[in-house]
């Protein structure tokens, strides 16, 4: 199943992409999935490590922490959003 | 009383005569900056007072921070009534001005009347004067200010300058800085620069050499020291800010699919990346840039080396104007984004307001009701820059469509009819912002019972995209209050964020520094009330709490609410455009949504000891911060 991750700001700069598509085999937890991608970029884990924070990770547009957190399910097709830990309109 | 200057400068520009107040009459109770100005407003202006007339008042104050070494002290506030509203208005910038204001001695400047001539004031170390402006009367702001520069010898003088737009009386137009460091802040919203234009003030110049002190200068300079590496140690205001200012929102909010788009018929905008703040960072960026005491250097400069507008240096857009000159009409590149910024700010015209008539032009384009006859051949389609950047200046010189959308959404869909009133987006008559109320539940409910209008700074409650579930319940009775699609708790979110936004607009600070760039809530709560009460004790010797600072703050929004009541403003007002209450969008980060507001409402109206049914504050309110002046004017019930 294929995944669009789109890093916000300067996460895109530690990434040297604004998004990519991450191809996997199963549906998979998103806790995992975030793992894996700070694999690839180490630097990303100063902001989103699921587990000290702070951090927002989008699955869909919805911060996961009011979906299942690190359980949420991602499908095929779904969007992820890493941004820096700051909102505002 | 330290660290104020001391004085309040009243001009008569009818009279031509001046007189000092002193600002001890309101430093207790009001602090300064935006609440002196409330309460200077509720004072001379009653509400059958036209707008244009020379009864309106403008008050340019800056607060008792500004001028020190306290981290983003640099924000000068305007405070008027409103032409475009015609309630309670104000705006508010960065820069230097607030710093050399108070330099030259001053603690605000109340202005009344109206010049036969066009004038500018010249405010320097304890003298004013009333000067000739004829030769600059239909320069731009930035021509002018220059020219007033060089023809003063005053190269280090800050000004605050009205275009053609505020000439004219085009009640979307706003007041804009020149000066060094400083060109094209914005003090935008509500039509301030009308309000100048109405009284032939072209701008307000000052410089000045007098000392601020502070009452215990190593005690402020420790905590001042604490706030910078609390600064520095975030990565909002020490990454975020300073590689891309606010326009790292664009893709922000598209991921959240909250990116203002064709006039909020849409979440999601399909040019976002060529208009975000990364692609600005890498092909147009030359600086960022600080205001008077600035830790953030959120404002961007820009270069545009290839295109059109090939050779273009100078201030760049943020976010509100990449979303309303962008997203919300269309255009997808971002040099014809920064060529509006650019003409906007040279006219004097609110970015956001002009973005969104802009944006209600071309709805009523693509439904039929505007035909490209009616708008003198204009092509209204969606993305048409060229359109964009003729409208801008129809609108500051008030020829064809622009004569009718510079009197703002609201005066345009009333003037258009037809149906038109159904697209224009605004809330009490000022034109909604670049994030979308059926993403962000607090924010909208912030618009809805901001003083001014649909207004994202009024509470700016960012806690609902960074706080944590449990932060929602300890400090906002519901983890809701954490989620940007959440009910409860957000109105008690929204009532202390209105209040931390009081404070700082009245210690004459930025947001950027104290809330707003914060990735966790904890900096919010350390350099909130916490933080401020102490940089204002020990910089004024008058000690004031967290409490008694947000008791304050209360004050100070309660009185701008009876401002509006006594205009006739009560909760039917609060209200939103019937499109973010009844049509969800179809995809994106924010499909299926829709604002529950009323129930909002309530527990905001609860929380402030506030009548649910009217929106007016309770008697038993009003006496317990003060404002016992008030019962009687807006017959507040028990």
């Known amino acids: ?89 | 009383m330290k660290a104020y200057a001391g004085k309040i400068l009243e001009v008569d520009l009818t009279t031509r005569k001046f007189s000092h107040i002193d600002t001890k009459k309101y430093a207790k109770d009001f602090l300064g900056g935006r609440g002196l100005g409330v309460k200077v407003l509720y004072d001379s202006v009653g509400p059958q007072t036209n707008p244009f007339s020379g009864n309106n008042v403008l008050i340019c104050s800056n607060g008792p921070l500004s001028g020190t070494s306290a981290p983003g002290s640099s924000r000068t506030h305007f405070t008027f009534k409103s032409p475009l509203t015609g309630i309670y208005g104000y705006s508010n910038a960065g820069g230097h001005f607030a710093a050399e204001l108070k330099y030259a001695g001053f603690d605000a400047i109340v202005v009344k009347g109206k010049s036969e001539k066009p004038c500018y004031l010249y405010v320097h170390d304890d003298v004013a004067e009333i000067k000739d402006a004829s030769a600059y009367w239909g320069e731009t702001t930035f021509s002018a200010g220059d020219k007033i520069m060089k023809d003063l010898g005053e190269r280090y003088a800050q000004i605050f300058a009205i275009g053609q737009a505020g000439e004219n009386l085009v009640r979307i137009s706003s007041i804009i800085s020149v000066g060094n460091f400083t060109e094209g802040k914005a003090a935008a919203r509500c039509g301030g620069g009308a309000v100048m234009g109405s009284k032939k003030l072209k701008a307000i110049v000052t410089i000045g050499t007098k000392p601020v002190e502070v009452a215990e200068p190593e005690k402020f300079q420790a905590e001042v020291d604490d706030m910078i590496e609390t600064l520095k140690s975030d990565k909002g205001s020490a990454e975020t800010a300073p590689m891309f200012g606010t326009s790292f929102l664009v893709r922000s909010l598209g991921a959240n699919g909250a990116l203002v788009t064709h006039n909020f018929q849409l979440g999601k905008f399909e040019f976002e990346e060529a208009i975000s703040g990364e692609e600005m960072r890498e092909k147009y960026l030359w600086k960022a840039q600080g205001c008077y005491g600035c830790w953030n250097r959120c404002c961007r400069y820009v270069v545009i080396r290839s295109g059109p507008f090939k050779g273009f240096a100078g201030k760049g857009p943020e976010f509100e104007t990449l979303s309303m000159m962008g997203s919300n009409v269309g255009v997808g590149r971002l040099d014809a984004i920064i060529k509006a910024n650019e003409l906007a700010d040279a006219y004097g015209i609110d970015t956001i307001s002009g973005g969104s008539v802009i944006g209600f032009a071309m709805e009523l384009y693509q439904r039929g009701i505007l035909t490209k006859e009616e708008v003198g051949g204009l092509d209204l389609r969606w993305g048409n820059y060229e359109t964009v950047l003729e409208l801008i200046r129809q609108i500051a010189f008030k020829e064809g469509l622009g004569k009718i959308l510079g009197e703002g959404v609201k005066i345009a869909s009333e003037i258009i009819g037809r149906g038109s009133e159904k697209y224009a987006m605004h809330t009490k008559g000022l034109e909604h912002i670049g994030g979308d109320p059926r993403g962000q539940t607090g924010f909208t409910l912030g618009y809805v019972t901001a003083p001014r209008g649909a207004d994202h700074l009024g509470a700016l409650p960012v806690f609902e995209y960074i706080g944590k579930p449990e932060e929602g319940i300890k400090f906002f009775g519901s983890a809701e209050a954490a989620n940007r699609f959440g009910v409860k708790g957000k109105g008690r979110l929204v009532k202390w964020q209105e209040e931390l936004m009081a404070i700082e607009d009245s210690l004459g600070t930025c947001k950027t520094h104290y809330s707003h760039f914060s990735s966790t809530f904890t900096k919010i709560l350390k350099l909130g009330f916490e933080k401020q009460s102490r940089l204002f004790s020990l910089a004024t010797g008058i000690e004031l709490s967290p409490s008694q600072l947000q008791k304050i703050g209360e004050r100070i929004v309660n009185l701008e609410r009876a401002f509006n009541v006594r205009e006739g403003i009560t909760r039917k007002d609060d209200s939103l455009p019937e499109r973010f209450l009844k049509e969800p969008f179809k995809e994106g980060g924010s499909a299926g949504r829709v604002v529950n507001l009323e129930p909002m409402l309530d527990e905001y109206y609860e929380a402030r000891n506030w009548d649910i049914r009217t929106g007016i504050p309770k008697r038993e309110k009003l006496l317990e911060l003060g404002l016992d002046f008030v019962v009687d004017e807006i017959r507040a019930p028990a």
């Open chain 1, 1 to 89: 199943m294929k995944v669009n991750v789109k890093y916000i700001g300067q996460l895109s700069y530690i990434t040297k992409k604004k998004s990519e598509t991450f191809d996997l085999e199963n549906e998979t937890r998103i806790g995992p999935l975030i793992e894996l991608i700070i694999n690839k970029y180490p630097s990303l884990r100063e902001y989103v490590d699921l587990k000290r924070g702070p951090s927002i990770v989008l699955l869909n547009g919805q911060r996961i922490e009011f979906l299942e957190g690190e359980n949420s399910m991602v499908k095929d097709g779904d969007e992820i959003t890493l941004l820096p830990p700051l909102g505002g309109g």
